[in-house]
C-alpha cells in the first residue's frame, strides 16, 4: 500500500528521517518497505503493511502512530470535530434502518447542508494522487481522503435522491441488479449486503457506490456513511462479484467500530471547510452492540523466557504506553488495556511481539538452547532415498527433478485414466498431477539429445492418482537400444540393496491395457521380488515415442519405490572365497530363438550342482549362418571345489555330463565339442 | 706351459669392459674371459697342473681377478642397461597439454546435495528428520495452523486446488501438525520438502519448489535459541562467517512472528546489485510456535514453548552456488546439471 511522506509528516512537528531512513526503520520494527520513489515535490513509499496490522495501520494515522513509537516523536492529530448548525437536524434528513446487525454492527450518518460541488483545493488533490487515487469533486475527494488519512472508508449520497430519507442495511434480494457508479452492471444475491433506500440498492456495502444516488454538480444535500461490516460477508460479496476496492480491502481485514465516528466527524469538518455548507446537528448512529476494551494479562517472566532476553520491566511498560496500551502493574505481571484499533492483540503472546519489535529484536542474543543430548533417529525412507541415489550416480546416472504437473498434451498421449486434475491450473500445460515420472523424464531427455550422446538419467518423486493416492516412484531411462544395459543397472542396484531374489517376468499386457500402454509389447518384463511385483523393465512403445517425435528407442524401468525400500536390507554376508583354483570351459549351445537364457541355465546349474560356480553368458548370436529359427548361446562355465582343487578327469566329467543334460532336450544342440 | 700374466688378462679384460658399448658387446667380453673357454676360466682350470707351491699363490690372485671382473661387470651392465632406456626414453614424447578423456561420471542434483548438507547439519544439532505428504487437506494445510477459511491471511498462500478435494500444500507447515500429532515433545524436527505455490514464475519465483521447516518445541525455548540455531546452520552451510537480524513479521502459527535477514555473502553486507544495495538477503520467515497450533495438537500451550521457520531450499542453492535463475533447477538441462 502506497503513502505519502508528505502526508506522513503533516502528523509531527518535528521534522522525520529522510524517506529512504524512515523506510529503515520502519523495516527493521514494523513493516517492509518495498519501495520509496520521488513523486513530484513528495516520496512515496509502499509499505507492505502486515496483513494482521491492516485494522490500524491502513491508513497514513496508523503508520504515523508506528513511527511515533518508533522514533519517540509526540503525534499531532488534526481536530476532528467541527460545529454543527442547531437549526438543521440531521434526523429530518435521513433514518436508519439495520436489518442485519452481525452483517453491520455499526452505520453512522451524518448530513451537511448547501454544499457547492465543485473540484478539490491543490493540496487535496495533490495527496490522492500522490496515493494512486483519482480526484473526482471535493465531496468524493474528501471521502477518499479522510479514508486514506483514517483507514475508515466512506461514502457520501446526493441526500434527495434517497427515497423516503430512508437508509436501510439489508441483504439483497436474489437477482436483484445495480448499476455501480463507474457503470457497471453486477447481478446481486441473498449473501451481498447492500445499503438501500425503500425502493432501490444504493449501494453494495463496503464494497461500491451506486450510480443511482451519485453526488453530482446539482447536490445540495450531503449523506456521509461511515459504517463498520462483517469482513467475512464482505470478503464473500467481493470474492462473489469479482470486485476488489479500496473499501472492501480495508473491510475484509476487520475494523473497529469505534472508527466510524472519528472520521465522519473529520469528514464533515472538512466538507464545510472546502465544500461550504452547514454540518446538520446530531450524528445518526445505530451501534446497539459497543465495542469494548480487552484485557490481556502478561507475565514477566512468560515475556523474557519467549523472547530469550530480559527486558527491563520500565521498558516493557513504556513501549506498550507509547503503542496506545494501557498498563496497570500488580507484582510481575502487568495487565494490559488494548485500544479497540488493535483487532490483533488479544494473547500475552501477541503483546509480547509488540514489546519485542520495539525494544529491538537486535539486543536478542543468540543462545544455545538447554536440551537433552539424545542423537536423532534416522529417517530410514530418507536413508534409503540417498542409497538408492548414490547407486544410480555411481552407475552414471543423472538425477533430475521435474515438476509434478502433466500437460493436456501429455495427457492425451499417455492417458487420463489415472490422473487427478488441477482445479485451478495455471495454464494447460500444467493441468494434471504426474501419474509416472516418464513423461517429463522423456521431455528432458528429448530436449538433451541434440547435445549429448548415451543419455542415462533418472528421477526419485511422488507420483499422483486417482482418487487420492501419492506415493515415491523411482524412474530411469537409457537412450539406445540398451534392454540389457538397464537390466544390468537395476540388477546391480538390486545387489547394493541387498535384494538377491529380483526376477523378470515375462509381462502381457491386458486386452483393455494394451492400446495405450507405454510399453514395447515384446520388450517389457514385470521385475518381481519374493513374487511380488514391484515394477516394470522394458523398452518404451515405439509408437509412443513417435507421437513424442523421439527418434531413438528408449528403454526404462519404473519402480515403486516404497515397496523397494521395504526390501532393502544393509546386511552384508561374507562368503568364503575358496583357495583352490577355479577352472573356466566354455560351451556353445544352438536353441531355438524363443527359449529363455534362464532356461538353459537351469539346466547347467542343475546338471553341476555345487561345483559350477558361475556359468556367464558371454555371447548371443542369431545371424545367417545358423539354421532357421535357431540362436547361439555361449557360456563361461567356471568350475570350483571348496575343500579340492579339481582336476581335468573331473572337471570333463561334469563338462559331459551338464552336456548330456541340456542335450536331453532333442532342440537343443551343443556345438564344438 | 705359458707363462700367465695376470696382471696383463687384468689390463685387457678392463679395458674391454670399459670399451663395450652395447649388451652384445658386453657379452663377448665376458665369454672371452669368463665364459666357459673365456681366458679366466682357462687359467683357473690349469691351476691344477701347477706345482703346489706356486698353485697357492696363482690361484689367490687368480679368484681375486675373477671376483673383481664380475663385480666390474655387473656394473658395465647397469651402465649400459641405464643408458640405452635413457635413449629409449628420449625418443618418446606426449603433448601433455592434449585434452584428456573424461569418464562419463553420474550426477546428484544440485537440490538433493543443498538438502544433504542441510540435513547433516541439523541432524547433528540432533534434529530429527521428518516428511509428509504433497498432497494435503485443507485442517493440515491451513485450519489447523490457525489460518481459518474465509480469512484474509489465506491469501498469503496461493493455493492450486485439486478435483479430488484435497490441495497441494503451500508450504512443510503442516508436517509440525502430523508430527505434533504423533510425537509427544520435546522435539526437534526439519521438514525438506516439495510445496507449491499458485503464481507465475520468473527467475526468482517457481510454482513448484522445496522448502525445509524447523521445528523445535521445549519447556523453555526462546526467540534467543532460534537465533543461535539458525547463525549456526547459516554459517556451517555457507562455511563463512555471517550476521542475520530479525524483523517483525507476520504467520497465523507464529507468534511473535520473525522474518529472517542474513548478511550479504556477495559483498559482505556493503550493498551490491544481488542485495538490493541493502546489504542483506531475506533468508526465511521464523517465529515463536502459536498456542493456537499447541491446542490444535492437543497440547496445552502454558507448558510448551517452541520455535519453526521455513527457508526455501532453491535459495540456498541459490546463494551457495550463485545460481541467478530458479527456473534452471526443473530445466533438466544437462548442461546446467553437470556443473555440480
Known amino acids: 500500500m502506497v503513502f505519502s511522506y508528505n502526508w506522513l509528516q503533516s502528523f509531527f512537528k518535528k521534522k522525520l528521517p529522510s524517506p529512504e531512513k524512515l523506510a529503515e526503520i520502519l523495516a527493521l520494527q514494523s513493516f517492509e518497505v518495498e519501495e520509496v520513489a520521488k513523486k513530484g515535490k513528495d516520496w512515496v513509499l509502499d509499505i507492505a503493511v502486515l496483513p494482521n496490522r491492516a485494522p490500524d495501520c491502513f491508513s497514513h494515522l496508523g503508520v504515523a502512530r508506528e513511527i511515533a513509537v518508533i522514533t519517540k516523536s509526540q503525534l499531532q492529530v488534526p481536530k476532528a470535530k467541527g460545529k454543527e448548525e442547531k437549526s438543521l437536524l440531521a434526523k429530518n434528513f435521513v433514518s436508519i434502518e439495520v436489518q442485519d446487525k452481525t452483517a453491520c454492527p455499526r452505520y453512522t450518518a451524518r448530513v451537511i447542508k448547501g454544499v457547492k460541488v465543485a473540484s478539490s483545493p491543490k493540496w487535496l488533490k495533490d495527496r490522492l494522487i500522490a496515493c494512486g487515487l483519482r480526484p473526482i469533486n471535493n465531496i468524493v475527494d474528501i471521502a477518499n481522503y479522510v479514508m486514506l488519512d483514517s483507514g475508515q472508508p466512506l461514502h457520501a449520497f446526493d441526500g434527495e435522491k434517497i427515497a423516503e430519507k430512508k437508509i436501510i442495511v439489508r441483504f439483497a434480494k436474489d437477482r436483484e441488479k445495480i448499476v455501480t457508479l463507474d457503470e457497471e452492471k453486477y447481478d446481486l444475491d441473498k449473501s451481498i449486503l447492500v445499503i438501500a433506500d425503500p425502493k432501490k440498492a444504493l449501494a453494495i456495502a463496503g464494497i461500491k457506490g451506486g450510480k443511482l444516488p451519485e453526488i453530482d454538480k446539482k447536490t445540495r444535500v450531503v449523506v456521509l456513511e461511515s459504517a463498520n461490516f462483517d469482513p467475512h460477508v464482505i470478503r464473500k460479496a467481493s470474492q462473489t462479484l469479482h470486485l476488489r476496492t479500496d473499501a472492501s480491502l480495508r473491510f475484509e481485514h476487520g475494523l473497529d467500530p469505534n472508527l466510524t465516528e472519528l472520521a465522519i466527524n473529520r469528514a464533515a469538518l472538512l466538507i464545510e471547510q472546502i465544500g461550504g455548507g452547514k454540518v446538520a446537528q446530531g450524528l445518526v448512529d445505530v451501534y446497539p452492540k459497543k465495542s469494548v476494551e480487552r484485557q490481556v494479562r502478561l507475565e514477566l517472566h512468560y515475556l523474557n523466557s ?140 528429448k530436449k538433451n539429445q541434440k547435445n549429448f550422446k548415451n543419455i542415462k538419467i533418472f528421477e526419485l518423486g511422488k507420483i499422483f492418482k486417482k482418487p487420492k493416492l501419492e506415493k515415491k516412484q523411482l524412474t530411469a531411462l537409457i537412450q539406445g537400444d540398451s534392454f540389457f544395459q538397464l537390466k544390468g543397472a537395476l540388477d546391480f542396484l538390486f545387489e547394493r540393496l541387498g535384494i538377491s531374489d529380483a526376477w523378470y517376468d515375462d509381462y502381457q499386457a491386458t486386452p483393455e491395457d494394451s492400446p495405450r500402454s507405454i510399453w514395447h509389447p515384446r520388450k517389457v518384463a514385470e521385475v518381481k521380488v519374493n513374487g511380488d511385483e514391484i515394477g516394470f523393465l522394458g523398452e518404451l512403445s515405439p509408437k509412443l515415442l513417435d507421437k513424442l517425435e523421439i527418434k531413438e528407442r528408449v528403454v526404462a524401468f519404473d519402480i515403486d519405490f516404497e515397496k523397494l525400500e521395504t526390501l532393502s536390507s544393509e546386511e552384508t554376508i561374507f562368503q568364503p572365497v575358496s583357495r583352490f583354483p577355479a577352472a573356466v570351459r566354455d560351451l556353445a549351445i544352438l536353441i531355438p530363438q524363443g527359449t529363455k537364457v534362464v532356461e538353459v541355465l537351469n539346466v547347467i546349474n542343475r546338471a553341476g550342482g555345487k561345483l559350477v560356480r558361475d556359468a556367464d553368458l558371454f555371447d548371443m548370436y542369431e545371424g545367417e549362418e545358423l539354421p532357421e529359427g535357431k540362436k547361439n548361446l555361449a557360456f563361461h562355465i567356471v568350475f570350483q571345489a571348496e575343500d579340492k582343487t579339481l582336476n581335468a578327469k573331473e572337471i570333463d566329467q561334469l563338462q559331459k555330463k551338464i552336456i548330456a543334460a541340456l542335450e536331453e532336450n532333442p532342440d537343443w544342440q551343443v556345438r564344438g565339442r | 706351459m705359458k707363462k700367465i700374466d695376470l696382471k696383463l688378462l687384468k689390463k685387457q679384460a678392463q679395458k674391454e669392459l670399459e670399451r663395450a ?94 538438502e544433504r548438507k542441510v540435513e547433516e547439519i541439523f541432524q547433528v544439532m540432533g534434529f530429527y528428520v521428518a516428511e509428509g505428504p504433497e498432497m494435503e487437506n485443507e485442517w493440515y494445510n491451513f485450519d489447523a495452523l490457525n489460518i481459518p477459511k474465509d480469512h484474509p491471511a489465506r491469501d498469503m498462500w496461493d493455493t492450486f486446488y485439486l478435483k479430488n478435494g484435497l490441495i497441494l500444500r503451500t508450504h512443510t507447515s503442516p508436517v509440525q501438525i502430523r508430527y505434533l500429532e504423533k510425537n509427544q515433545p520435546p522435539l526437534r524436527i526439519i521438514v525438506p520438502g516439495r510445496i507449491f505455490r499458485h503464481e507465475a514464475t520468473d527467475a526468482s519465483h517457481e ?26 546452520f547459516l554459517k556451517r552451510f555457507l562455511e563463512k562467517e555471517v550476521k542475520i537480524r530479525m524483523r517483525p513479521s507476520f504467520f497465523p502459527f507464529t507468534e511473535p512472528s520473525f522474518e529472517v535477514d542474513m548478511s550479504c555473502t556477495v559483498c559482505g553486507g556493503k550493498g551490491c546489485s544481488t542485495c538490493g544495495k541493502t546489504g542483506w538477503l531475506e533468508m526465511m520467515g521464523a517465529g515463536m510456535v502459536h498456542p493456537a497450533v499447541f491446542k490444535a495438537v492437543g497440547l496445552n500451550p502454558k507448558n510448551w514453548q517452541g520455535f519453526a521457520f521455513g527457508m526455501g531450499m532453491e535459495r540456498l542453492a541459490m546463494m551457495k552456488y550463485r545460481v541467478n535463475d530458479i527456473r534452471l533447477f526443473y530445466s533438466g538441462d544437462f548442461k546446467f546439471l553437470d556443473q555440480f
Open chain 1, 306 to 445: 519467549l523472547l530469550g532476553v530480559q527486558v527491563p520491566k520500565k521498558e516493557a511498560k513504556d513501549i506498550l504506553v507509547r503503542l496506545g496500551f494501557g498498563v496497570r502493574e500488580k507484582g510481575k505481571v502487568l495487565y494490559v488495556t488494548v485500544p479497540t484499533r488493535r483487532l490483533d492483540v488479544s494473547l500475552p503472546e501477541d503483546l509480547i511481539e509488540e514489546i519485542g519489535r520495539i525494544y529491538g529484536y537486535n539486543k536478542v542474543k543468540a543462545l544455545f538452547p538447554m536440551a537433552s543430548l539424545i542423537p536423532p533417529k534416522r529417517n530410514l525412507n530418507i536413508f534409503w532415498e540417498n542409497v538408492v541415489k548414490d547407486i544410480l550416480k555411481e552407475a552414471r546416472f543423472r538425477e533430475i527433478y521435474n515438476y509434478s504437473f502433466l500437460s493436456e498434451e501429455q495427457a492425451k498421449i499417455f492417458g487420463k485414466e489415472y490422473l487427478i486434475e488441477v482445479e485451478n491450473p495455471l495454464s494447460v500445460e500444467y493441468k494434471y498431477l504426474r501419474d509416472s515420472l516418464i513423461p517429463n523424464l522423456l521431455v528432458v531427455l
Open chain 2, 207 to 232: 510454482f513448484n519448489l522445496y522448502q525445509v521447516e524447523g521445528l523445535m518445541v521445549d519447556r523453555e525455548i526462546s526467540a534467543a535459541n532460534f537465533k543461535a540455531i539458525i547463525l549456526e
Open chain 2, 21 to 114: 658399448g652395447d649388451l652384445r658387446a658386453l657379452n663377448e667380453v665376458f665369454k672371452r674371459y669368463l665364459g666357459k673357454r673365456g681366458e679366466l676360466t682357462q687359467v683357473l682350470r690349469s691351476l691344477e697342473k701347477l706345482p703346489k707351491s706356486q698353485r697357492l699363490k696363482v690361484s689367490k690372485t687368480a679368484n681375486e681377478l675373477k671376483n673383481f671382473l664380475r663385480i666390474r661387470f655387473d656394473e658395465r651392465l647397469e651402465e649400459i642397461k641405464e643408458k640405452e632406456q635413457g635413449e629409449k626414453e628420449a625418443k618418446e614424447w606426449l603433448d601433455v597439454t592434449a585434452p584428456g578423456q573424461k569418464p562419463q561420471a553420474g550426477s546428484l542434483h544440485p537440490l538433493t546435495q543443498v
